[in-house]
């Protein structure tokens, strides 16, 4: 049976790498079934609408990241409040931005988790500390300087006793950097549009929600 999240990708025409090392592999359901999920769906379907097109942008982001509708519109609304008070503002790298700065999203491009769901997990189960003191809300912001390391008592658990063979082929993105050795992670960059490549055009994005 096809996990509900390959759907989603499915859906979507995209793979958003919800499933961790399954969307690497042969087995993933986009390289086995690359079309939509349901009965019609290897009909001819009809082309989408400018609204349709804007919602399914939408989507991408939205259920990469793991978010729900109303968390997902409260990033964009901020940032579109922040374009119109700041002429020289990028809204599209404002939006990646704030996304990738969530705490849960570090821990997983730290390569601390297999997806962001489990790096959401993760934090709520007290994993880790941030900055020498424990943390437990998956949405929280980092900084610049920030360090992200696994709380003492946690480090005999599998999530962290699994890391040590995973971590040695395993590359940050260029704004992080990872000790290895004591499995800690600091915030040294700011993330970008081209090096974060996000699954979805995000300009369609702010005009579906400026209708």
């Not at 986009?30 to 079309?35: C, D, G, S, T, V």
């Not at 009809?46 to 349709?52: A, N, V």
């Not at 999530?159 to 704004?175: D, G, I, N």
């Amino acid at each position: 049976m096809i996990n509900a999240k390959c759907k989603i990708c499915r859906r979507n025409q995209r793979k958003l790498f919800l499933k961790g090392e399954k969307c690497f592999s042969p087995k993933c359901p986009m390289i086995q079934k690359a079309y939509a999920p349901g009965m019609a769906a290897k009909k001819r379907r009809r082309p989408l609408s400018e609204y349709g097109k804007e919602l399914s942008e939408k989507q991408k982001l939205r259920n990469s990241y793991g978010l729900r509708e109303r968390q997902f519109r409260g990033y964009v609304d901020k940032v579109l409040e922040k374009s119109r008070m700041l002429e020289d503002v990028n809204p599209a790298e404002v939006l990646i931005r704030s996304l990738e700065f969530r705490l849960d999203n570090v821990v997983y491009r730290l390569g601390f988790s297999i997806n962001r769901k489990h790096g959401r997990q993760l934090v709520n189960h007290g994993f880790f500390l941030l900055n020498g003191k424990p943390v437990d809300i998956p949405s929280l912001k980092v900084r610049l300087g920030d360090k992200i390391s696994f709380r003492e008592n946690t480090k005999t658990k599998s999530p962290y006793t699994q890391l040590e063979e995973k971590l040695k082929a395993y590359e940050t993105p260029v704004w992080l950097k990872l000790d290895k050795k004591s499995v800690e992670g600091e915030i040294i960059g700011l993330p970008t549009l081209e090096e974060v490549s996000p699954p979805a055009e995000i300009s369609s994005i702010f005009e579906f929600y400026s209708r």
